[in-house]
């Protein structure tokens, strides 16, 4: 089919058509939380608004359920400390606030420095491998790294939501609207 010329004004009176409904963005959730999935986190609720307020931003909430991708996605591949995580820690998050965006999120991080499973005397190996590879690792700052990864895929879905949000309202899109539904230059008022 071919494009046909729309305009300025005729496309203005169209341009939210394609957004006016609370399902544009259901593919961008979707994918989302897929997303999020593959790197061991469950996405529990998405909020956003946009697109043209200082303040404007996208949060969600949710919780780490699959410690070992988590750790990998961060670049941490060590067993012991992913053993640690999965017997040991908590971590969550959920927005709070009239705001939406990544700095409107309280962090539930339940990270603490796990006890050694290994008794000294019966295993000393095991127990000391524990104790030296554990060491290694500064808990506060892991619990900081994790916060400021999970800002970052809020930044990044909030990117992608204008993205899409602007590609639905793009002139190309509205007079593709436009066309598909017969929509006739006759109803411009001049």
Same mark, same amino acid.
């Given at each position: 089919m071919?494009?046909l010329y729309?305009p300025?004004d005729l496309? &203005?009176?169209y !341009?939210?058509?394609?957004? $006016?409904?609370d399902?544009w963005?259901d593919?961008?959730y =979707?994918?989302f939380?897929e997303?999020?999935?593959?790197? /061991?986190? +469950?996405?529990?609720r998405?909020q956003?608004?946009g697109?043209?307020? @200082?303040?404007?931003?996208a $949060?969600?909430? /949710? !919780? ?5 991708? #988590?750790?990998?996605h961060?670049g #941490? &591949?060590n067993?012991?400390?992913? +053993?640690a995580a999965?017997?040991n820690?908590?971590?969550?998050w959920? +927005?709070?606030?009239r #705001? $939406?965006?990544?700095?409107s999120?309280l #962090?539930d &991080?339940?990270l ?6 290994y008794?000294e005397d019966?295993e ?5 491998t524990?104790?030296?590879t ?7 700052a ?5 916060? =400021?990864?999970? !800002?970052?895929?809020m !930044?990044s879905?909030?990117?992608? *939501? =204008? @993205?899409?949000?602007d590609? *639905?309202?793009s002139?190309?899109?509205?007079s593709?609207?436009? @066309? ?7 109803e *411009?008022e001049?």
């Open positions: 071919s494009e729309y300025k496309i &203005d009176k !341009r939210d058509v394609l957004v $006016c409904h399902d963005y593919n961008v =979707e994918h939380e997303t999020m999935s593959v790197i /061991g986190i +469950q996405v529990i998405i956003f608004s697109f043209w307020s @200082q303040g404007d931003g $949060c969600f909430d /949710g !919780r780490i359920v699959d410690w070992g991708k #988590y750790l990998l961060l #941490y &591949d067993l012991i400390l992913h +053993q999965e017997d820690w908590s971590f969550s959920e +927005q709070r606030g #705001y $939406c965006h990544e700095h999120v #962090y &991080d339940a603490w420095r796990p006890k050694n499973p008794d019966e000393p190996l095991r127990h000391d524990w104790a030296n554990l060491e290694t690792y500064d808990f506060l892991i619990t900081d790294e994790m916060k =400021e990864n999970l !800002r970052g895929h !930044r879905l909030y990117r992608t *939501l =204008e @993205q899409e949000y590609d *639905l309202t002139d190309e899109a509205v593709a609207w436009m @066309q598909d539904n017969y929509i006739e230059l006759t *411009l001049i």
